[in-house]
């Protein structure tokens, strides 16, 4: 009853709840052990959820614990996982690291009414022997200041690090990009567009394009290339937004009234040279268009 409650908790909660503002990547090689921590502040929970999503997968839940007692499911009960608890914190160890251990691994807390997230963790393996001999993935440009309502273009090369070892470059479908560390929650964002192949350069160089309309644009972007049975991640670029300087702001207020107060001046001074150009050419006329002054009682009118 308690175990079905919580699983529709959780599907009405992620979308309600805050959820953690950055994903966390974590790398480790093959044949590693690794301990991710779920600590919970705040009231003290009751239950608590390790989950596990890994790409074309569903979610799968990898440990439970109600009260004090933690305990993995059948799938993951073996050797290599265990869980502990160490005072408000949950601990899950993973032992030597496989293929198969990555994806991102979600911790769940709360009580029977009340569920929310606490960490997200990404782990990715690397084979140091596969990728010195093959390939590799950098990003450009490291930081990327971007005013609000302009675009940016960010680059994701993949290198072969030999010439022997050129090969093909990975299809569209398989090169992604991660948003992290904004104020919505992180995603995937999938690029359409290659940029250029350069083969004689032993690189591919895949584009992502985008326009910053607002704050919440801003993060650390990831490119993936899913390639040789495994996903090489770049280094990121950290996009910044800006807003414009004031001191120029200031500027072009200035030179406005400027330009404005210029036009009425040059008005003015137009009018009277045409005036005086009239005057010039014809004094009679306007010495006689000049009517004397007329006396109406202790007022003067002066007319044309």
Known sequence: MVE????????????????????????????DNLTLTCSVSGEKPRILY???????????????????????????????????????????????????????????????????????????????????????????????????????????SFLYKNKENTGRCPEEHRV????????SDPGVIYTDSTCSNEPEERSCIYCLSKTIRESSDAGTYYCAVATCGQILFGQGTKVETS??????????ILLALSLQHREILITCVYRIFVLKVQVFLDPDHHRDTLHALHFHGNKRVFSW
């Open 176 to 183: 992604h990009w991660f948003r992290a560390g904004s104020e």
């Open 243 to 252: 807003m414009m300087d004031p001191t120029i702001i200031v500027l072009g």
């Open 50 to 156: 390790w989950y596990k999503l890994s790409f074309g997968n569903m979610f799968q839940r990898v440990a439970v614990g109600y009260m004090d007692f933690p305990a993995l499911e059948d799938q993951f009960d073996s050797s290599r996982f265990s869980i502990t608890k160490v005072g408000d914190a949950f601990s899950l160890t993973i032992r030597n690291i496989s293929k198969e251990d990555e994806g991102t691994y979600l911790c769940q807390g709360g009580s029977s009414y009340t569920m929310f997230f606490s960490s997200h963790l990404y782990v990715n393996h690397t084979d140091p022997e596969h990728q010195q001999k093959s390939v590799s993935v950098k990003q450009s440009p490291d930081v990327e200041s971007v005013r609000l309502g302009n675009s940016m273009t960010l680059r994701c």
């Open 4 to 31: 079905g409650l919580a699983v529709m908790i959780l599907l009405s909660t992620v979308c309600n709840q805050q959820v953690p503002q950055q994903i966390s990547l974590i790398v480790v090689e093959l044949g």
